[in-house]
């Protein structure tokens, strides 16, 4: 029997390993439920696909609506910017300190305490922080 150059016939039934990988879509989401949002770059590093699987996936994924892209950055459907913001201004303010008051979030957010309140709360709950009222003022307190 004489060989012929090319590629190996497939075989019906994938080999073991073929079985134990993902697949590039779930991939980039388990990439981005880690971290939100990232670069192409950074999710290609990190999944180590190429640059070419990444635009064919990542187009599918933002036509099923599972994931968008803001700002040259990409995050799954239900990211909020603005509760990373606070999640970052809430690491900041803690920094040597057991207590945030509002007002520091507000100057540090950039944005009025109505606009921020509900995210703030849900914020802080996921940080193990604890609401506290001081004398009518709003501060959060790490436990």
């Given at each position: 029997m004489?060989?012929?150059?090319?590629?190996?016939?497939?075989?019906?039934?994938?080999?073991?390993?073929?079985?134990?990988?993902?697949s590039?879509?779930a991939?980039?989401?388990i990439t981005?439920?880690?971290?939100?949002?990232?670069?192409?770059?950074?999710?290609?590093?990190?999944?180590?696909?190429?640059?070419r699987t990444?635009?064919?996936?990542?187009?599918?994924?933002?036509?099923?609506?599972?994931?968008?892209?803001?700002?040259?950055t990409?995050?799954?459907?239900y990211?909020n910017?603005?509760?990373?913001?606070?999640?970052?201004?809430?690491?900041?303010?803690?920094?040597?300190?057991?207590?945030?008051?509002?007002?520091?979030?507000v100057?540090?957010?950039?944005?009025?305490?109505?606009?921020?309140?509900?995210v703030?709360?849900?914020?802080?709950?996921?940080?193990?922080?604890?609401r506290?009222?001081?004398?009518?003022?709003?501060?959060?307190v790490k436990?």
């Amino acid at each position: 029997m004489i060989k012929t150059p090319g590629r190996k016939p497939q075989s019906p039934v994938p080999s073991s390993s073929r079985k134990n990988q993902l697949s590039s879509d779930a991939k980039i989401i388990i990439t981005l439920i880690k971290k939100q949002p990232q670069t192409k770059e950074e999710i290609c590093k990190e999944t180590k696909i190429g640059i070419r699987t990444f635009y064919r996936i990542i187009s599918l994924l933002e036509e099923q609506k599972i994931v968008k892209c803001e700002d040259h950055t990409y995050a799954l459907w239900y990211f909020n910017p603005l509760e990373k913001q606070i999640e970052d201004a809430f690491s900041r303010l803690l920094i040597g300190n057991e207590i945030v008051h509002f007002s520091h979030l507000v100057n540090e957010i950039g944005r009025p305490w109505n606009e921020i309140e509900a995210v703030t709360l849900k914020v802080a709950k996921k940080l193990g922080l604890t609401r506290s009222d001081d004398y009518g003022q709003i501060i959060f307190v790490k436990m």
